[in-house]
């Protein structure tokens, strides 16, 4: 017997079928997310360091719902803080963003709990919540690809499958409706008058076409709707179409410095009399022309406001004129 080529022969079994059995029945110490896991905790105990060197009380922080996000290649830790105010009363958990890059943290508390920092800018859209089965994103992919599907298939049977008589229709105006029920409107391409089709939806009566207004309203609202607005392409910025949330500036930019307190009201009226000082300018009235200084405090001003605000949509567009008439006054 060859001693030396049995040993090896040996060797190699174990070895293939040790690797077999942790690749099958993997030992509860073997788990590849330990890593991960130590790398998130590490950027979240940073995270609580940022923010509580921004409180008043940092030794009354309590944190909660901590997530990672990440947007245009910058990483940063969402969350809420709640802390004591400069009377000792705790005040209600309220949101923070930390910027991984910078090690920096803003809190969207208008100065209840923390000392005087940069403008709070909304959490980005983590990657979870786009992956997510029961997010928005996955509704509205659906929404898009349920017609253009439906309607292909729609075609093919019609061409391939006879048209049945009776009340339901032909096939493929049963599946037109069914598809119809399911977006809310007509499919793609599809006739509105023919057949079977036209009848049930002449016969869903008032309520029915209130309802599909309705639909088709809300789809009205989200055209006019951005998702994101990037810095890099501020030339496809609309006045009418608001984003989800504020651009991200950079920290050497001048419109990332932090801006002197003011409500809703006094930033949109701000804005109103610097975009009303530069229309005197260009009828001749020099000594009306605002500053670039002026121009970007107005600016700043507006960015204070929060994407939740029922008039940030106005405090978009005035943002948009403002940034145009800077450029212009350049």
């Keep these: 017997m060859n001693i030396p080529a049995a040993l090896i022969s040996a060797g190699l079994g174990a070895a293939f079928l040790a690797a077999e059995l942790t690749f099958y029945y993997r030992p509860a110490w073997i788990n590849p997310d330990y890593a991960l896991g130590l ?3 590490m950027s979240h105990s940073k995270a609580r ?3 509580s060197r921004l409180l008043i009380n940092p030794q ?9 996000a990440e947007e245009n290649a910058a990483k940063y830790i969402c969350g809420a803080v709640k802390a004591k105010d400069k009377s000792g009363k705790y005040v209600d958990f309220r949101n923070f963003v930390y910027t991984v890059a910078t090690d920096s943290a803003r809190i969207d508390d ?5 000392h005087r920092h940069g403008a709070f800018r909304a959490c980005p859209i983590s990657p979870e919540d786009k992956a997510s089965p029961n997010g928005q994103s996955m509704v509205k992919t659906i929404e898009k690809v349920v017609p253009s599907v439906v309607s292909s298939a729609m075609s093919t049977i019609g061409t391939e499958m006879p048209s049945g008589g009776g009340s339901g229709g032909s096939l493929e105006q049963q599946v037109g409706h069914m598809a119809n029920q399911m977006t809310g409107g007509p499919l793609p391409g ?4 023919s057949g079977s089709f036209s009848g ?3 016969s869903s009566g008032p309520a029915s076409n209130s309802g599909s207004a309705s639909k088709s309203g809300s789809a009205g609202q989200q055209a006019k709707s951005s998702p994101n607005a990037v810095l890099d392409s501020e030339s496809g910025w609309s006045s009418d179409r608001p984003p989800d949330a504020w651009p991200i500036f950079p920290l050497d930019h001048p419109l990332a410095r932090s801006a002197s307190k003011r409500t809703t009201g006094q930033a949109l009226a701000l ?3 610097i975009e009303e000082r530069w229309e005197q300018a260009k009828s001749g009235n020099a000594k009306a022309r605002p500053s670039s200084d002026e121009i970007q405090e107005a600016c700043r001003a507006l960015l204070t406001i929060s994407p939740k605000d029922s008039k940030f949509p106005k405090a978009w567009a005035a943002f948009v004129r403002l940034r145009k008439i800077d450029r212009e006054a350049a």
Excluded: C, P
Excluded at 110 to 114: E, Q
């Design 60 to 68: 009354s922080a309590e944190f909660s719902t901590l997530r990672s």
């Design 190 to 193: 599809s006739s509105s008058g």
């Design 271 to 273: 804005a109103k009399k």
């Design 200 to 202: 049930s939806a002449s």
């Design 110 to 114: 208008d100065g209840l709990i923390s």
């Design 39 to 41: 790398i998130f905790s």
């Design 49 to 51: 360091t940022a923010v």
